[in-house]
């Protein structure tokens, strides 16, 4: 039997893949026989598991699994074995919202905040994602890059293994290349699943704080065209928000990414009902994110539509703002999802397990809840449901390994602590 603790962590793709069977898995969680996209309302409370389970995983991917009691019978079974005695087995976490790619970190400017100066008295400074932007002219490709490696080396070490990532602090054509070349980088060298969304229309510049529409001109004209042509994107989003894009601007800039086959993630709701919801699923977008503004008209928007409500508590907290009526969402039969926003200036932290306690102490999700909505859900809303999100025969092996935990509620109560203890990515040990 391998030591579980003799692993080192190395995310840059280079190590030699073997097959490897987990034995004496506690629980095995998030097993899944039939594929479903997502897991909405009630169903979120279900969390499909087997009991002193194996997990058999060959070329990268999820082979096979099972109850212990049918393991005699396996042929062809790996010489390499991982003991799990005592421990869990669940799919790494996806985080389908976050801005890792930045410059330098905001610490002054949050002092400015616990002063008393709002988000938006930031912003209309010159502070905030335009004091981002500034520094990333500044800023190396290379630096950059390097930068974020360790910041997804991090993220994994607390479980997680896909992430999306955002441009939005170049606001130039060429700042916004740059960023998303950096992206394609790491996702090129990185282990994590890595997808990458164009968020030219963050913030307005200054100078065309007056006409902002020349700046969305921009986007449209020079930035998305670009961005199309070297398949830097995924996806594309807009801040659709007060003080920040319209609901027309939005539209404009949507239905152009839409003729480049770029499926919007909307930064929506955060600071007002600005209609960001409502333009969303009226441009079929695979999320809306924030949502701290969500009525019944936004809740009857979502309703059968293909967008994944995604909150974003580490925003919330670190900002001290109105809560997403997350449990009225559920209610309601939606589904919803949780990611970490990691950015420097409203959530400045990429720990998914800590987003987890948020979801139940101050969302009061359950933990069953959490997970599905940081695995299936956060899978769906990232367009990777098909590879990842679950344990399921086919499906990528990207799965954690806990540590020696009394329960699954210990997850989203021990808010603290590290819970995993080892990550497996493609069928690699990290
Ligand atoms: O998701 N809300 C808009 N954008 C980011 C904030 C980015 C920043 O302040 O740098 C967010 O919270
Ligand atoms: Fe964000």
């Known amino acids: 039997m391998a030591d579980i603790k003799c692993f080192t962590f190395k995310i840059r793709k280079n190590d030699v893949m073997s097959d490897i069977l987990i034995v004496n898995i506690k629980e095995l969680l998030q097993v899944e026989n039939e594929p479903v996209s997502y897991v909405a309302g009630k169903d979120m409370q279900n969390l499909p598991r087997i009991e002193n389970a194996w997990l058999w995983i060959k070329e990268g991917k999820v082979f096979d699994y099972g109850e212990m009691s049918e393991l005699p019978g396996k042929e062809g079974l790996p010489t390499e074995r991982i003991d799990a005695a005592g421990k869990y087995v669940l799919p790494a976490w996806c985080d389908s919202h976050t801005h890792l790619v930045y410059p330098q970190s905001r610490e002054i400017e949050y002092i400015d905040k616990i002063k008393g100066l709002s988000y938006e008295e930031i912003a209309a400074r010159g502070g905030g994602i335009l004091n981002s932007a500034k520094k990333m002219q500044e800023d190396s490709e290379d630096k950059l890059y390097e930068d974020a490696m360790k910041r997804l080396d991090e993220i994994a070490r607390w479980g997680t293994g896909a992430v999306e990532i955002k441009s939005g602090y170049g606001l130039t054509t060429e700042s916004e290349l740059k960023m998303l070349r950096v992206i394609k980088r790491l996702k090129e060298n990185s282990k994590l699943t890595i997808k990458a969304t164009f968020l030219g229309a963050h913030s ?40 920040f894009f319209t609901v027309e601007d939005t ?4 239905e152009t990414a839409a003729k480049y086959g770029m499926r919007p993630k909307i930064h929506a709701n955060e600071l007002d009902y600005s209609g960001g919801i409502q333009v969303g699923v009226k441009h079929n977008a695979l999320s809306v994110d924030h949502l701290e503004f969500t009525g019944d008209a936004e809740i009857a928007a979502l309703k059968n539509s293909g967008t994944m409500p995604t909150i974003l508590p580490g925003a919330a907290f670190f900002l001290n703002m109105e809560l997403a009526p997350a449990r009225k969402m559920m209610e309601a039969g939606l589904p919803v999802a949780l990611a970490t926003d990691f950015n ?25 809840e959490v997970i599905n909505a940081v695995t299936i859900n956060t899978a769906y809303a990232m367009g990777v449901e098909k590879e990842l999100g679950t344990i399921a025969k086919g499906k990528k092996a990207n799965v954690i390994i806990t540590k020696d935990i009394p329960s699954v509620e210990y997850m989203t109560y021990a808010y603290g602590e590290n819970k995993v203890e080892m990550v497996i990515l493609n069928g690699e040990v990290m």
């Open 251 to 254: 539209d404009r800039i949507l």
């Open 344 to 368: 420097p200036g409203s959530s400045p932290s990429g720990n998914m397990q800590l987003i987890m306690a948020m979801g139940s102490v101050m969302y009061r999700m359950l933990p069953e």
């Open 204 to 243: 307005i510049p200054m100078e065309y704080r007056d006409d902002q529409s020349k700046y969305v001109d921009i986007v449209i004209n020079e930035m998305l065209p670009r961005v199309a042509e070297e398949g830097l994107a995924d996806f594309v989003d807009v801040f659709c928000d007060k003080g």
